[in-house]
Structure formats: C-alpha cells, structure tokens
C-alpha cells in the first residue's frame, strides 16, 4: 500500500497563497497599468510602510466591479485611497464611491490623489468609525469593500450582507491572513484577529444567499455575490 504523505505546513508567520514568482510574473503582464498617480501612492505606502492592496488585487477590484456594471461603492476602510482609485476608475463619471477612515490625514491625501487622478468627483470620504458612517448612509450598494480593523470583520458582514443589491458584492481583503487561518497553531497580530476572520469567512460561505470564492493573491480577496434569486 502506497504511503500518502501529508503536506509539511511551514511557520504560518511565512505562508505565502501564492507563490512570489508566479505574483512577480503576474505583475509583470500589467505594468501597461501604470499612472503616475498610482505610482506615488504605492511609493508611499513603501516610505510609510503602510499596508494597501497591491497593484493585482487593485485591477481585479477594478475588473470585479466593472463586471457587475458597479455605481455604488461603500468602503469599510479606505486608507488613503488606494483601492478607492481602483473602484472610482470602475464606477464610471455616475458613480459614486464612499469611503470611510478614522483618520482625517488619510481623507486629506486620498482627496488629493484622487482630484489629481481626475477621480476626485467621484469619491466622498467620511472620517469615523466605518460601522457607524455606514449606518448612517441610505440605499443599497453594488459593493461593499471590508478592509478595517480583523477583530471587526464578522460585525462588518452582518451589516454589508443586507444592503448589497441582488447580483451585488461583498469584498473582503486579507482573509487568509498571512495563512493563519489555515494551521492550528500561529502568533496572532493582535488578540482574536484570526479568529473573527475564520468566522466571517465560514459565516460568508454558509450563507444561502451568496455565493463565495476566495482568490488567493497577496493575503486572499473573498468575493460574495448575492444571488439573484
């Protein structure tokens, strides 16, 4: 009887989804993308260490929500806004993308990169907490993009799942988590990150009225289409 061995998981602080020459070949196929104000955002993000998507999940946000024909954005989470560039590009000059941050300094630079990128009208940004501006704007979304503090993940998808549109999206970054949600024993960023995200991504794929996949570039994008039926 042929033994079957059983995959050996590394440290879970160096899980990689993906491969890096196969994320660095990736890139490479779009580097057509570049725009200079793309380029000064990413720069800053390495000089300040600050983490945002990177260029791959950013066109397949773009690519994500030119597929539904997206007007409506809500970001749980916007950063300085660098996937909001991405989602204004989709939106169209009719669309509208809402961002949410607890920081005034990041709505100041996202306004500026984003005017400058001739996607400035497109956008509004609300400093707070992004339950509570979310809360308190009306309507339903085409997508909502959860990128906030781990620990706050499930309380995100309880509020997002009843306001996306039949045919709508929920997003969701980092939800492999640097691979901790897949080994038994990890060194957690903070207390019960991994945790909330294990749960939101099992509540996400319980769920009958979406259907879930996760795409495995850079920390793991889930994707949750609300059915139409």
Not at 54 to 61: C, E, S, Y
Not at 117 to 142: P, Y
Not at 183 to 193: A, C, R, S
Request: aromatic share 10%; charged share 25%.
């Amino acid at each position: 009887m042929t033994e079957i061995l059983q995959p050996t998981i590394p440290n879970p602080g160096v899980i990689v989804p993906v491969n890096p020459a196969i994320e660095d070949y990736m890139r490479k196929l779009v580097d057509n993308t570049d725009h200079p104000v793309l380029l000064e955002m990413e720069t800053l993000a390495k000089q300040k260490s600050f983490p945002i998507i990177n260029r791959l999940v950013g066109i397949f946000l773009e690519t994500q929500a030119k597929m539904i024909g997206a007007k409506r954005v809500f970001e749980f989470g916007s950063g300085y806004g660098y996937s909001a560039f991405w989602f204004a590009r989709a939106v169209g000059v009719d669309g509208q993308v809402i961002c949410s941050d607890g920081k005034n300094d990041n709505k100041i630079l996202a306004e500026k990169y984003l005017a400058k990128a001739g996607l400035g009208d497109r956008m509004t940004f609300d400093v707070g907490i992004a339950q509570d501006i979310f809360n308190q704007t009306n309507g339903e979304f085409d997508i909502c993009y959860n990128d906030v503090d781990k620990g706050d993940y499930p309380e995100v998808w309880r509020l997002a799942r009843n306001r996306i549109r039949p045919g709508g999206l929920y997003i969701a970054d980092n939800v492999l988590w640097h691979g901790r949600v897949a080994v038994e024993t990890y060194t957690d960023i903070e207390l019960g990150w991994t945790e909330a995200i294990v749960e939101h991504n099992q509540l996400i794929f319980n769920d009958p009225e979406f259907e879930a996949f996760i795409n495995p570039t850079r920390d793991g994008v889930l994707v949750a289409r609300r059915k139409m039926d």
